[in-house]
C-alpha cells in the first residue's frame, strides 16, 4: 500500500506535535502525516517531571547558554545551543494522525549514492500491513533508546543493567534507520543515569522507575546513603549526583524532604504517595526507622550539622552555597515533625547521542554532507546536551527544534 503527502513527522511526541503544528500554521495548504507506533501521543514527554527551561529576557539568553554548554562537559555543540532559546508554541492547524504504525526504514530516491536523497518512510501497521509513505520531506521524532537493552549494550556497554524511567516504546528506531542509510551518529555512549529514580518497596528490582523530580532537591531534600551520612551536593548535575550515589554501599541513598519544601511540593507529593513510593513520617526517630538506620541519633546529628552549613556557620564539605527552604535545630529524634522519606537510584533517563544535526536540523551524512529531505528534533538527535543533560532542557528542546525542523522542511519543500 502507498500513501502521499507533503511532509511526514515520525514521533508524536513533543517535538513531533510540535513540528507538526508548526508547519501546518506555516503553511496550511501542505498536507501533513504525523505518525506514531503507540496508540496514544505524547511518549515520553508526557511522563516528564521536571518542568521546562527558558531564557527570561535577552540578559538571560548568554547565561542559558552557558550553563546548556557547562553541564555538557565540553561536548555539546554551541552552534545548537545558541538555537536553543525556548519560544511560543504555534498554533495547530489540520493534520493526519495515524497511530499504532512503526517506522521501519527510510526510504531513497533512486540512483541517489552518499548522501541519498530522503524521499519517505516505510510503515508497518499494527496488523502487519507495510505500508509506503512517500513526501518530500521527513521529519524524525522518535525519542531516544532508554528502553532498548540491545542498543544500550552496543553504544554504552553496562547502561543496559540498570531500571530506566523512559516507556517502553524508548527504542531509538530513528536512530537505526537513519544508521542504516549512513547517517552520522554521535555521542552515543552519552547515556543519562538520572541519580533519584524512585525505588517502589514493593518492587524494588522493577525495569521502570518513576523519576524523582529535580523539584525535590529543589525544595530542600537531602540525600542520605545507608549510614545515614549526607554525600553530594544535592542541587549538582545529574551526572556528578549519580557518580556519587554509585560510589556509597549499596548504590542507592535515602532523600527526606522537610516540612515548608512538602508544602512547595504539595501538588506533586500525593500521586507519589498513592504509588506507594514516598512516606510521610513525624519524627526524626520515624525517618530514621523508614531508612533502616541503627541508630536515629546518628541522623539526629547529621540534620544539626546541615542546620549550622545552611546558616552560613561551616563551609558545605560538597561545595553546596545555595540551600532552599533550610530547616532549623532539631531538639530531640522525638521532637514532632512532618520529613518525607523516600529511597531513590541512579536510573538510565536520556540519551544523549543520536544522530548528528546542524543548527538547523538537518541531519548529517558520515560523509559530511547533508542529507537531503531528512530532518530530526528532540532526543533522535544527538549534539546540544553533550556529555550531560540539565533538567528542564529536554521538553525546551523538543519545542525549540521541533518548531525549526518545521520551518527547515517547509523551506525545503518550496524550493
Known amino acids: 500500500m502507498e500513501k502521499r503527502v507533503d511532509l511526514t513527522i515520525v514521533g508524536a511526541g513533543l517535538a513531533g506535535l510540535t513540528a507538526s503544528l508548526e508547519a501546518a500554521t506555516l503553511d496550511p495548504t501542505l498536507q501533513i502525516l504525523l505518525v506514531e507506533k503507540e496508540k496514544k501521543v505524547g511518549g515520553n514527554s508526557a511522563k ?150 524512585f525505588i517502589n518497596p514493593k518492587d524494588r528490582d522493577a525495569s521502570t522507575r518513576f523519576l524523582a523530580p529535580e523539584a525535590i532537591r529543589g525544595s530542600g531534600a537531602l540525600l542520605l546513603n545507608k549510614n545515614g551520612k549526607r554525600f553530594v551536593n ?23 524532604l522537610f516540612e515548608d519544601g512538602a508544602k512547595a511540593m504539595a501538588s506533586e507529593l500525593p500521586f507519589y504517595k498513592h504509588m506507594g513510593i514516598v512516606t510521610t513520617t513525624e519524627s526524626v526517630a520515624e525517618a530514621a526507622k523508614f531508612c533502616n538506620f541503627d541508630d536515629p541519633h546518628t541522623l539526629l546529628a547529621e540534620l544539626n550539622e546541615y542546620v549550622d552549613i545552611a546558616a552560613g556557620n561551616k563551609a558545605d564539605p560538597f561545595g553546596k552555597v545555595t540551600f532552599p527552604y533550610p530547616i532549623q535545630r532539631i531538639p530531640s529524634v522525638d521532637t514532632p515533625m512532618q520529613i518525607v522519606a523516600m529511597e531513590v537510584a541512579p536510573t538510565v533517563h536520556y540519551t544523549m547521542g543520536g544522530v548528528k544535526i546542524t543548527e538547523k536540523t538537518e541531519v548529517i551524512h558520515n560523509s559530511g554532507k547533508i542529507v537531503p529531505g531528512l530532518f530530526a528534533a ?17 521538553l525546551a528542546e523538543c519545542v525549540v527544534f521541533g518548531r525549526v525542523a518545521a520551518q527547515n522542511a517547509v523551506t525545503h519543500l518550496r524550493q
Open 378 to 394: 528532540g532526543e533522535v538527535s544527538g549534539g546540544l546536551h553533550g556529555a550531560n543533560r540539565l533538567g528542564g532542557n529536554s
Open 234 to 256: 544535592e542541587l549538582t548535575t545529574r551526572d556528578k549526583a549519580s557518580d556519587a550515589m554509585l560510589a556509597q554501599p549499596g548504590q542507592e541513598a535515602y532523600m527526606l
Open 48 to 197: 516528564a517531571s521536571s518542568g521546562i527551561n527558558a531564557a527570561l529576557d535577552d540578559a538571560d539568553e548568554p547565561l542559558f547558554t552557558q550553563d546548556t554548554l557547562k553541564s555538557g562537559g565540553g561536548l555539546a555543540v554551541e552552534t545548537i545551543v545558541d538555537a536553543f532559546i525556548p519560544r511560543k508554541i504555534a498554533t495547530m492547524s489540520n493534520i493526519e494522525m495515524l497511530t499504532g504504525a512503526t517506522a521501519n526504514k527510510l526510504l531513497l530516491a533512486e540512483g541517489t549514492s552518499a548522501p541519498p536523497t530522503v524521499t519517505g518512510v516505510e510503515l508497518k501497521m499494527a496488523d502487519g500491513q507495510t505500508v509506503s509513505v512517500y513526501s518530500s520531506a521527513v521529519v524524525l521524532t522518535t525519542g531516544g533508546f532508554s528502553a532498548s537493552h540491545t542498543m544500550l549494550k552496543r553504544f554504552a556497554p553496562g547502561m543496559e543493567e540498570y531500571p530506566t524511567t523512559n516507556g517502553v516504546w524508548a527504542q531509538g528506531e530513528g536512530v537505526l534507520m537513519s544508521e542504516a542509510i549512513g547517517v552520522d551518529l554521535t555521542l552515543m555512549d552519552k547515556v543519562q543515569l538520572h541519580p533519584t529514580g
